[in-house]
């Protein structure tokens, strides 16, 4: 059982719909991640929160809108998105810290028509 | 440019034989190192990690070990058992962005019974 919950596991969108992926986490973390992995490619970072405060954006396009409200609750909010756009969407949640392990929820499977 | 690179996409090995999955990086930046595993449809799992300083970490059948000065790390997975059978990703960061975990592309893990 993952204690980072991803919703919904899978969504078929068209490029002109406007949706949101949803994470929490129940492990008491305070750093959270959004991750995307298209096929066969290698996992890419998107963002991270620190303390609800962003820390990182790896040079994501603007259609991709990430929402930290709390340190438990990660939202990733999609609208205009491409066809190149689908791919799984991952959440991680791990402490504050040097060399601190990442945990991992399911993911989001995202099809864009 | 790949950072992290498994050159090998699968590997296959019989019940109660050794494992031995291999990951190359080239940023020698990097000091954190950390083996996932994931099943399908699900999303990563930490298995193990390994800092800079050390050569060697074990838990328990999982035994991963550090090369700095060839920039290569291995993971021994002794006895190997079907339940093994994942695709096992490496992943590494810097120090000071212990956060950014890059990822390699992920070697498939096959125990035939």
């Known amino acids: 059982e993952t204690g980072v919950t991803q919703t919904p596991r899978h969504l078929v969108m068209g490029m002109t719909n406007k949706k949101s992926l949803k994470c929490e986490q129940h492990?008491?973390?305070?750093?959270m991640y959004w991750y995307k992995q298209s096929a066969k490619k290698p996992l890419e970072l998107m963002f991270v929160y620190n303390f609800k405060e962003q820390t990182e954006n790896n040079s994501v396009p603007s259609r991709f809108s990430p929402e930290c409200p709390n340190s438990s609750h990660l939202f990733l909010h999609l609208h205009t998105l491409q066809p190149e756009d689908s791919a799984l969407y991952l959440c991680?949640?791990?402490?504050?810290?040097?060399?601190?392990?990442?945990?991992f929820g399911d993911g989001t499977r995202l099809s864009i028509l | 440019d790949q950072q992290v690179k498994q050159n090998s996409p699968s590997l296959s090995v019989q019940e109660g034989r050794i494992s031995i999955l291999n990951c190359d990086y080239t940023n020698s930046m990097f000091d954190y190192f950390l083996w996932y595993k994931k099943y399908p449809a699900e999303g990563p799992t930490f298995l193990i990690s390994?800092?800079?300083?050390?050569d060697k970490n074990e838990d328990g059948r999982f035994t991963v070990f550090l090369n700095k000065s060839a920039k290569h790390l291995s993971l021994h997975i002794v006895p190997s058992q079907p339940g093994d059978s994942a695709v096992y990703f490496c992943?590494?960061?810097?120090?000071?962005?212990?956060?950014?975990?890059?990822f390699g592309k992920g070697t498939k893990l096959t125990v035939n019974p």
């Open positions: 492990l008491g973390h305070n750093a």
């Open positions: 991680a949640s791990s402490p504050i810290g040097n060399n601190q392990p990442q945990h």
């Open positions: 390994i800092s800079s300083i050390k």
């Open positions: 992943a590494a960061s810097e120090l000071s962005g212990s956060e950014k975990l890059v």
